[in-house]
């Protein structure tokens, strides 16, 4: 693996995604930090997995799955939900272009009538709402692992250390 | 006995109040069941609630009076806000171990429910880097990411306006999108850039309802499937919004493909 430039330009610019989509949704100030961290790691997971041959379905699983698990204890470090952490993190691999290159395709056929390429269309609908799909179910399975996998027996989540500072 | 009636009418209303503000601040629905049973304890009821997307029944039983209560509440329109999360969390923990009274519990969740937002303007630059992020990541140069960067801030503009003059959430939606790839149209065309898709592709991106369609399929895991299945058409009708918008878009500015 090399780790030249790019691979650190595309890891911080994953990180900022992830944290302008938190703030979007009005985290808490405490938690930007691990947000923009793993937002970004996910980031540099997801696109070594694609490097190293795998799909994309497969490496949205592996990035959210390692968030799954890393907000755990970064989570409980910052006596927060894990979802707090995760859930931002993951956001910005949500597959919206995949669903609106679907749509459109969709709209191609309905509104515009016949055309030559009808069946490349119908290939690529197909192509884009499955990818959806799946990359949303890897993403939900990756980032809820953990609780699938240990239940809630080693996931006491969160404990106050100190007094005050709610939220 | 009209006492002990008051009282547990006050109770259904305080829990109706934390799943009301837990629903629309974006949580799913096993979260919500948790967050129930903690404060339901706290407050001594046995507690029976159906969740929908819309409106919740509660039915409680008070352990100390076995009074019994039923009430229903609508619920307003969902705008998800992670602070009011943690800090439901937060007090449900902190309720238990300092044991509080019924009367606390009741002044924090009145609290949480006034919590505000970051200033209008960070959030603007914020969403508008996480736009300018994308395109990069899709593989966009400066050009492209200056681009997707201002339409981005032009749609979350427009949209902001069009939530805060009570549209439907979707038509923002669509008002939002529209902007955003109009602006990063034209001025790929002005700039005479040649990477026109890029930059609308990724100036929408900010608008996909990722809560929505994450709590949807978690939710159908753990087994609630209506709700589950409401929240995917939900998101579904929002990415529709945007293709619809881009659909437009296309089509004035007659781009062949994205």
């Known amino acids: 693996m090399i780790l030249d430039i790019t691979i650190v330009e595309k890891v911080i610019w994953s990180g900022i995604a992830a944290l302008g989509f938190g703030i979007l949704f009005n985290i808490p100030r405490r938690v930007i930090l691990p947000v923009f961290l793993l937002g970004g790691i996910a980031g540099f997971l997801k696109f070594f997995a694609l490097t190293n041959g795998s799909g994309v379905v497969l490496a949205s699983l592996f990035a959210a799955s390692f968030v799954g698990f890393a907000s755990i204890p970064y989570a409980r470090q910052k006596q927060t939900s894990p979802f707090l952490l995760s859930i931002p993190s993951v956001i910005p691999m949500i597959p919206g272009y995949f669903g609106y290159k679907m749509l459109l395709g969709i709209t191609q056929i309905a509104v515009l009538g016949e055309s030559q390429n009808e069946v490349e269309t119908m290939l690529s609908i197909t192509h884009n709402g499955l990818n959806m799909i799946f990359i949303l179910i890897s993403l939900s399975v990756g980032v809820s692992l953990p609780w699938l996998i240990f239940k809630d027996k080693a996931l006491k989540v969160i404990r106050l250390k100190k007094k005050g500072d709610l939220v | ?258």
């Not at chain 2, 949580?27 to 409106?55: G, M, P």
């Not at chain 2, 681009?147 to 949209?159: K, N, P, S």
């Not at chain 2, 994450?214 to 995917?232: A, H, K, P, Q, W």
């Open chain 2, 1 to 258: 006995m009209q006492e002990n009636e008051l009282m547990s009418e006050r109770k259904a209303d305080t829990l109706l109040k934390i799943c009301s503000l837990l629903m629309t601040s974006g949580a799913n629905t096993s979260r919500i069941f948790v967050h129930l049973k903690r404060f339901s304890d706290l407050i001594k009821v046995d507690a029976q609630v159906f969740i929908d997307h819309k409106a919740f029944i509660i039915t409680l039983l008070d352990n100390e009076t076995q009074q019994k209560t039923t009430q229903i509440r609508r619920l307003p329109g969902h705008g998800i806000n992670f602070a009011v999360l943690s800090a439901l969390s937060r007090a449900g923990l902190k309720a238990k171990t300092e044991n509080w009274t019924f009367e606390q519990i009741d002044a924090e969740v009145d609290r949480i429910a006034g919590l505000k937002h970051y200033p209008r303007i960070v959030i603007l630059i914020a969403v508008s880097f996480s736009g300018a992020g994308f395109c990069n990541l899709f593989g966009g140069d400066i050009v492209n990411m200056l681009i997707a960067f201002f339409a981005t801030m032009g749609g979350l503009f427009v949209r902001q306006e069009a939530v805060k003059r009570k549209f439907n959430p979707y038509v923002s939606v669509l008002f939002g999108a529209f902007v955003a790839a109009s602006l990063a149209s034209s001025t790929s065309v002005l700039l005479n850039h040649t990477d026109i898709h890029l930059a609308i592709a990724t100036s929408v991106l900010f608008l996909i309802p990722g809560v929505p369609l994450i709590n949807s399929v978690t939710d159908i895991l753990d087994g609630y499937i209506i709700t589950g299945s409401v929240r995917f058409i939900n998101g579904f009708v929002f990415v529709l919004a945007i293709a619809l918008a881009l659909f437009m878009v296309m089509y004035l500015f007659s781009i062949q493909n994205l």
